[in-house]
Nanobody
């Protein structure tokens, strides 16, 4: 059974950093394009960053230069390093895997507040 599980969320002050991680099981991870999405209160879910099977990356304009997505196919993980966090980054962050099927994690909450 496919499963994607996020971790690493929490409360951080503006300007701080967090590293989110998503571990996949039950799938051929290296075949999946992986993404991080987020959903802020009262807003629609939006794409934050994505990484292809071969490591090409793409970022939302709002996080370019601050966030970095990476993957380790040996460990079945995709990470999101978030630096210079802003209050507007507050959201639930979701891991997404897409190949023949699309899978979502349960989400991890990030709160940026002083």
């Amino acid at each position: 059974q496919a499963q994607f599980v996020e971790s690493g969320g929490g409360l951080v002050q503006p300007g701080g950093s967090l590293r989110l991680s998503c571990v996949a099981s039950g799938v051929t991870f290296s075949s999946y394009a992986m993404s991080w999405y987020r959903q802020a209160p009262g807003k629609e879910r939006e794409l934050v960053a994505s990484i292809t099977r071969v490591g090409a990356t793409n970022y939302a304009d709002s996080v370019k230069g601050r966030f970095t997505i990476s993957r380790d196919n040996a460990k079945n993980t995709v990470d999101l390093q978030m630096n210079s966090l802003k209050p507007e980054d507050t959201a639930v962050y979701y891991c997404n895997g897409k190949w023949l099927n699309t899978y979502w994690g349960q989400g991890t909450r990030v709160t940026v507040s002083s």
